[in-house]
């Protein structure tokens, strides 16, 4: 029998397109090993949105061949479709696939218990600085019918929450007839018996609609935490990023999604030096982060992309060493708004989808909120994939420590705050 491993670098898009390319190969008698042993093919699926995701990727690539020279190594995801004229020279590279290859669809996701599911692909923004477009083609939409019984299928095979991804997620039903939008299809997902949780993976500011945050704030399902990219805080730059809001749409926003939902989580993208970015500019960048208080900041340091607008700005490219210390400064203040927020929780009672025992404190479980706060709680039974109440008792590192309250079948276990780990 053919062995095959996968390797995904990248969005949860990815993951979703590396689970769908398992599934052809699982399909075509193709055995998936575990880590260690070497296999007959390994699919490397790759990312593309920075400079770093691309040296990533090929240094991936080149690792795998390196380590297992008798092997094929197949690659595939955004860099093919942006640079397969180089990948096809690369000697470490036996097969190059496009991703449009595989059909979307997926049964099953391993070691996992949220599963991804796709309901749209591409975008049509063109951000100056983003070659996303170029790599994903434009906006496309999958069939209402199509994704729902995607999702009741990975409900009876155990899964408690399915997470919505897509590349422009807040433009799912746009290219589709009939008026079929994302509200919609988040209300079908709603009937299906078993599924516990729905999550948003990313949305654009300017696609969070009033009618978004009213559907989060009365849905029993329907997860408090939008992950919406900022990418500065500055009106200036946000122009020259091409981005279709400013800092007042972005900073009204938060308030209303607070005011209408005040336990919502708010994470968020900062792109750090883009060219031209002034001191000020990166200043007007923390001001907004310490205003909106968000969970989670995900920095990127710009890199030039060369089918992106903004390559010619060249002349103005911000010195690394400058960005390093910007995005040191950023993640500090990334700190203080997640240690603010996850503050504001302790004391309180609540659900939390348990997935995996934790590595470092022995009898412990770990899961995440619906606000996306990973919390970390004793049992004497194996309570992952399971939806439990947790009272949230004490900050641990990036992890709150939580006490399981009133689940049939399980002791309850308060653990001893004095005697509890401390961590990081």
């Given at each position: 029998?053919?062995?095959?491993?996968?390797?995904?670098?990248?969005?949860?898009?990815?993951?979703?397109?590396?689970?769908?390319?398992?599934?052809?190969?699982?399909?075509?008698?193709?055995?998936?090993?575990?880590?260690?042993?070497?296999?007959?093919?390994?699919?490397?699926?790759?990312?593309?949105?920075?400079?770093?995701?691309?040296?990533?990727?090929?240094?991936?690539?080149?690792?795998?061949?390196?380590?297992?020279?008798?092997?094929?190594?197949?690659?595939?995801?955004?860099?093919?479709?942006?640079?397969?004229?180089?990948?096809?020279?690369?000697?470490?590279?036996?097969?190059?696939?496009?991703?449009?290859?595989?059909?979307?669809?997926?049964?099953?996701?391993?070691?996992?218990?949220?599963?991804?599911?796709?309901i749209q692909d591409g975008c049509n923004n063109f951000c100056s600085y983003c070659k996303v477009p170029y790599a994903r083609g434009r906006s496309r939409s999958r069939r209402g019918e199509e994704i729902i019984n995607e999702a009741r299928h990975l409900v009876k095979r155990g899964f408690k929450e399915i997470v919505l991804s897509g590349i422009c997620l807040g433009s799912y039903g746009r290219d589709i007839a009939g008026g079929t939008g994302l509200i919609d299809i988040i209300g079908e997902l709603e009937k299906i018996d078993g599924l516990l949780r729905i999550r948003l993976s990313s949305i654009e500011p300017d696609d969070v609609s009033d009618a978004l945050i009213e559907k989060i704030a009365v849905s029993?399902?329907?997860?408090?935490?939008?992950?919406?990219?900022?990418?500065?805080?500055?009106?200036?730059?946000?122009?020259?990023?091409?981005?279709?809001?400013?800092?007042?749409?972005?900073?009204?926003?938060?308030?209303?999604?607070?005011?209408?939902?005040?336990?919502?989580?708010?994470?968020?993208?900062?792109?750090?030096?883009?060219?031209?970015?002034?001191?000020?500019?990166?200043?007007?960048?923390?001001?907004?982060?310490?205003?909106?208080?968000?969970?989670?900041?995900?920095?990127?340091?710009?890199?030039?992309?060369?089918?992106?607008?903004?390559?010619?700005?060249?002349?103005?490219?911000?010195?690394?060493?400058?960005?390093?210390?910007?995005?040191?400064?950023?993640?500090?203040?990334?700190?203080?708004?997640?240690?603010?927020?996850?503050?504001?929780?302790?004391?309180?009672?609540?659900?939390?989808?348990?997935?995996?025992?934790?590595?470092?404190?022995?009898?412990?479980?770990?899961?995440?909120?619906?606000?996306?706060?990973?919390?970390?709680?004793?049992?004497?039974?194996?309570?992952?994939?399971?939806?439990?109440?947790?009272?949230?008792?004490?900050?641990?590192?990036?992890?709150?420590?939580?006490?399981?309250?009133?689940?049939?079948?399980?002791?309850?276990?308060?653990?001893?705050?004095?005697?509890?780990?401390?961590?990081?």
């Amino acid at each position: 029998m053919k062995t095959v491993k996968f390797f995904t670098l990248g969005c949860k898009v990815n993951q979703y397109d590396t689970q769908s390319i398992r599934q052809r190969f699982l399909d075509s008698g193709f055995k998936e090993l575990e880590n260690g042993m070497p296999a007959d093919i390994y699919v490397v699926n790759t990312c593309t949105v920075t400079h770093k995701a691309d040296i990533d990727s090929y240094n991936l690539i080149r690792r795998t061949k390196r380590q297992n020279p008798g092997s094929k190594v197949i690659v595939t995801g955004c860099l093919v479709e942006n640079n397969a004229a180089d990948l096809s020279r690369t000697k470490e590279v036996d097969f190059i696939i496009s991703k449009r290859f595989f059909p979307d669809g997926v049964r099953d996701f391993t070691g996992r218990t949220r599963a991804f599911l796709k309901i749209q692909d591409g975008c049509n923004n063109f951000c100056s600085y983003c070659k996303v477009p170029y790599a994903r083609g434009r906006s496309r939409s999958r069939r209402g019918e199509e994704i729902i019984n995607e999702a009741r299928h990975l409900v009876k095979r155990g899964f408690k929450e399915i997470v919505l991804s897509g590349i422009c997620l807040g433009s799912y039903g746009r290219d589709i007839a009939g008026g079929t939008g994302l509200i919609d299809i988040i209300g079908e997902l709603e009937k299906i018996d078993g599924l516990l949780r729905i999550r948003l993976s990313s949305i654009e500011p300017d696609d969070v609609s009033d009618a978004l945050i009213e559907k989060i704030a009365v849905s029993k399902k329907l997860c408090p935490h939008l992950h919406i990219p900022l990418q500065s805080g500055d009106d200036s730059i946000l122009k020259a990023m091409r981005r279709n809001y400013r800092r007042d749409f972005y900073l009204n926003l938060a308030a209303k999604i607070r005011k209408l939902i005040p336990q919502a989580a708010i994470t968020t993208d900062v792109l750090v030096g883009f060219p031209g970015e002034s001191e000020n500019n990166f200043a007007n960048t923390i001001n907004l982060v310490k205003e909106i208080l968000p969970l989670k900041v995900h920095i990127f340091p710009y890199s030039a992309r060369q089918e992106a607008a903004s390559a010619k700005f060249s002349k103005n490219e911000i010195a690394g060493d400058i960005i390093r210390q910007r995005i040191h400064v950023l993640n500090k203040a990334a700190e203080k708004t997640a240690f603010i927020f996850k503050k504001s929780f302790l004391g309180s009672a609540v659900s939390a989808l348990m997935e995996v025992k934790s590595k470092d404190m022995r009898g412990f479980y770990e899961g995440y909120t619906g606000t996306y706060i990973k919390v970390v709680v004793k049992s004497d039974a194996d309570i992952r994939n399971k939806l439990v109440k947790v009272r949230l008792l004490q900050g641990l590192d990036s992890r709150i420590l939580g006490s399981l309250l009133n689940f049939t079948g399980y002791n309850c276990i308060t653990p001893t705050l004095d005697n509890s780990p401390k961590l990081g």
